[in-house]
């Protein structure tokens, strides 16, 4: 099941992609990581997913990835007498605490803690930014305001508030008991909604426990703004552009995209790019030449991933969403120009450590002795996320004991992951390694291969040895 390409799938499941089969065919078809996105469908549904991925997984013998997406919270409307309004630029409109059905002059907001972030001149988008408001006057209970861009309005449609940060935590109670349930049930990823500082992130990490990875969607421009903390805080971040472009300017969805992914790429950690990546896809076989565009846009950037999110859920081709999106994936990596626009601007410095001078010297060795690949034993994660970290131009094989580890890194650039058992010596170590190289068809006999390792073997973290070795017949 050796992928032909560097950068790593992300697909949704959902109505259309419930069943073992369809779970099946997409993971055939190029997916490495599963989202399960618990803004829908019930805990049983959830379940049976996972059940049937790892069901796949032990038939595959291929490490698979889960990430539980969770909602954050949702600040939406109330209802209204006649279950929709349609506004008009330049009128009066309030919104309040009032439970009271709404009508064409006000409508109940059931969020106090909007009502406490808000000042004169605050602007509020209101039904994915379809209508625009500006305060006029406010207090912790009532804000007055004057509409700016018009629209239709319709029960429980959601609020944003693009310039300001609000007094919520990015966790409700509805997201401990689901990230509980997702930690229980074996999740890889525990995505957070709606992170505002890094703060939101410490939380979280206290709640997770090291039982998964913490990944942060930055959907907000407050966080965008401390990216370089929470970069600190998290282990992966997700660029999700749905929320993010209904909060800022549409043209400055781009640059921000890519100053997030560079930002990553230089910090180490994995960055996915997500959101109407393939959206024409829900209803049509193929998509149109600008999303085509856009996923490769992502891939020159070097995103470690890229993700389908109503193409897989909902969408009446998600097989084909999935192979499309492969295609455009290894097209774009088969271009000559890939690696220059790859290592652009993007170069990290290595750390002063063992491990870091390692893998960086693995790539350059690699390069110059022309090995077929990059063979890492790691315990933790951490070496094979150093080894991606530098993109060298050679598959990395990400060797592990531990299967939580290898699911984990199915998300990371460039990891093909293998679980197996720890070595004992050096033998073992190049013998292993060339054999799996082998064995998973990396590597030919009479090929090269460099192989890092720890001494003590299986101490996280001592990345400390490098060799070149031969894949002997």
């Not at 930690?183 to 957070?192: E, H, N, P, R």
Request: charged fraction near 25%; include cysteine; glycine fraction near 6%.
């Amino acid at each position: 099941m050796r992928r032909q390409r560097s950068a790593k799938i992300v697909a949704t499941l959902g109505p259309a992609s419930s069943t073992p089969e369809i779970i099946a065919a997409l993971f055939r078809a190029g997916v490495d990581v599963f989202r399960l996105n618990f803004s829908h469908g019930e805990r049983r549904d959830h379940l049976a997913r996972i059940d049937a991925i790892r069901a796949l997984e032990k038939e595959t013998s291929r490490p698979i990835g889960i990430l539980a997406d969770m909602q954050g919270p949702k600040l939406r409307l109330g209802t209204f007498a006649q279950g929709k309004v349609r506004l008009k630029a330049g009128e009066h409109f309030r919104l309040d605490l009032d439970k009271k059905p709404g009508d064409h002059e006000r409508a109940p907001l059931p969020h106090p803690e909007i009502f406490a972030a808000l000042e004169p001149g605050t602007d509020l988008l209101l039904n994915d930014g379809n209508v625009r408001l500006k305060v006029k006057s406010c207090s912790d209970r009532f804000a007055e305001t004057v509409v700016v861009d018009g629209g239709e309005l319709s029960d429980r449609k959601g609020v944003n508030v693009p310039n300001a940060v609000l007094p919520l935590a990015a966790l409700t109670e509805k997201d401990r008991s689901d990230l509980a349930f997702a930690l229980d049930a074996g999740a890889d990823w525990i995505a957070l909604s709606f992170v505002q500082r890094p703060e939101d992130v410490a939380e979280a990490r206290k709640l997770v426990a090291n039982r998964a990875g913490i990944m942060v969607k930055l959907e907000k421009p407050a966080a965008v703004r401390r990216l370089g903390e929470i970069i600190e805080l998290s282990d992966a971040l997700m660029v999700a552009r749905g929320d993010l472009g209904v909060e800022m300017p549409p043209e400055d969805v781009p640059p921000v995209q890519k100053q997030i992914v560079h930002a990553c790429r230089l910090a180490g950690k994995p960055v996915i790019v997500a959101t109407q990546m393939l959206e024409s896809m829900v209803h049509a076989p193929v998509p149109t030449r600008a999303e085509a565009s856009d996923v490769a846009t992502a891939i020159y950037e070097g995103a470690d991933a890229v993700m389908l999110s109503a193409e897989t859920a909902a969408g009446e081709y998600p097989v084909e969403a999935v192979m499309m999106m492969d295609r455009i994936v290894r097209r774009v990596q088969a271009d000559p120009l890939y690696n220059a626009s790859l290592h652009a601007g993007a170069e990290a410095e290595p750390e002063h450590t063992s491990s870091d001078a390692i893998s960086a010297a693995a790539r350059q060795v690699a390069h110059t002795v022309g090995a077929a690949a990059i063979c890492s034993y790691t315990t933790s994660g951490a070496t094979a996320l150093r080894a991606a970290r530098e993109r060298p131009d050679v598959p990395i094989l990400a060797l592990t004991s531990s299967l939580q580890t290898a699911r984990r890194l199915a998300l990371v650039w460039g990891l093909h992951c293998i679980h197996t058992r720890d070595v004992s010596n050096f033998g073992d170590m190049v013998h292993r390694a060339a054999r799996l190289a082998h064995r998973e068809g990396f590597a030919e006999h009479g090929q090269r291969i460099v192989v890092t390792a720890g001494v003590p073997f299986g101490t996280p973290g001592a990345t400390n040895v490098l060799r070149i070795a031969w894949v002997e017949g």
